[in-house]
């Protein structure tokens, strides 16, 4: 009997050990975080509009307007996804779009296309590391 009930203590304890380090583990992944991606700094030739997504536009099913804006010159950027296409209708055009804080209103995040990146080239979105271009890092 004694044995019996090592055992069972045993397997207890060890079954309560795995529960609790999947539930730690599933808050670990499940944890938001906020401004996970880093910050990388970026130059832009004109004030851009930010968006709540990357592919907004009437014509794909997806209407909506700029959440906010983005003022030119130097700004960060946390990350890049693809989305719909900003072009000029000269040739210039850029599917990369960027995570940010927009300028206006203060404190709100937003979407900005990599089109108004300056010294860019089409479907391009890198940051200056020091030393070099470097894609900035997918979302």
């Known amino acids: 009997m004694h044995f019996r009930a090592s055992s069972t203590v045993r397997n207890t304890v060890v079954l309560l050990m795995a529960l609790l380090l999947a539930l730690a583990a599933d808050l670990w992944l499940a944890a938001p975080r906020a401004h996970a991606y880093g910050t990388y700094w ?12 990357t592919v907004c536009g009437t014509s794909n099913g997806h209407p909506c307007g700029p959440n906010g ?8 950027v946390n990350c890049r996804a693809w989305g719909n ?5 000269q040739g210039n055009h850029n599917r990369w779009w ?27 979105a890198d940051y200056w590391n020091g030393s070099r271009w470097v894609p900035i890092p997918n979302c």
């Open 42 to 53: 970026i130059t832009t030739f004109a004030r851009a509009s930010g968006y709540p997504n």
């Open 69 to 76: 804006y983005l003022y030119a010159g130097s700004n960060y």
């Open 85 to 89: 296409e900003v072009n000029d209708g």
């Open 98 to 124: 960027l995570l940010t804080d927009l300028d206006t209103p203060a404190g709100s995040r937003g979407w900005v296309s990599a089109y108004y990146l300056s010294g860019q080239g089409n479907d391009q």
